[in-house]
Each structure stands twice: as C-alpha cells, then as structure tokens.
C-alpha cells in the first residue's frame, strides 16, 4: 500500500556534495517520521538521520555538520543534502519511514529499495 522511491545516489570525489530524494505514494495523511540509514557491505544497517513532521531531527555523530535532513510533508518527501562526502559514508543508503496513517490504518515503518553512494577519487 505504501511505497517508497529513492533517487540522487551516484559517484562522488571526496568533499563533494550528494542530494538524495524519498518519495512516499499511497493513500497517506501523514506519516510520523522519515530518515534515512546507511549500509555498506558486510556490515550493519546504521541509522544516519532521521525527521519528525514537526521538524524534529536526529543526527549521527559521524554526520553532524556534514549532512542535513529535511521534508515536505505535503509531498510526502524527505531529502538528504550531502555535503564533504568522505570515502567512509560509502554506502547503500535506505529512506524509512515510520507511523505511517493512511486509509488502511497505521503502518510501522517502509523501506525503500536504496540508492548507491560511492566516495571515491
């Protein structure tokens, strides 16, 4: 019922800049919070930052200064600006969203399907 759509991702040199999009489609009325996490190969799915629809947010340390969250709620979208990529935020990063309201009732979290970010010279 709820689908999440994902773009942005793409090749960078070290102390460039990335802007990624999230989409949520579906019948919503609102969804609670949005965010986005990260996972490189062989290891575990992180939370990177994350967003209320009152504009609360939440950064992980290792981003702090570097990145920032935001939304519109009327389109139901979240981005991710990405500035001083460094080769360690080299990831496949994944937008959630969570207390989704929509007509079929209240849903806890989606995913989408992840965008590829490569930090490389």
């Known amino acids: 019922q709820v689908q999440l759509v994902e773009s942005g991702g793409g090749l960078v040199q070290p102390g460039g800049s990335l802007r990624l999009s999230c989409a949520a489609s579906g019948s919503i009325f609102s969804i609670v919070a949005m965010g986005w996490y990260r996972q490189a190969p062989g290891k575990q799915r992180e939370l990177v930052t994350s967003i209320t629809r009152t504009g609360t947010t939440y950064y992980a340390d290792s981003v702090k200064g570097r990145f920032t969250i935001s939304r519109d709620n009327a389109k139901n979208t979240v981005y991710l600006q990405m500035n001083s990529l460094k080769p360690e935020d080299t990831a496949v990063y994944y937008c959630?969203?969570?207390?989704?309201?929509?007509?079929?009732?209240?849903?806890?979290?989606?995913w989408g399907q992840g965008t590829q970010v490569t930090v490389s010279s």
């Open positions: 959630n969203a969570d207390g989704i309201r929509t007509a079929l009732g209240v849903f806890a979290g989606a």
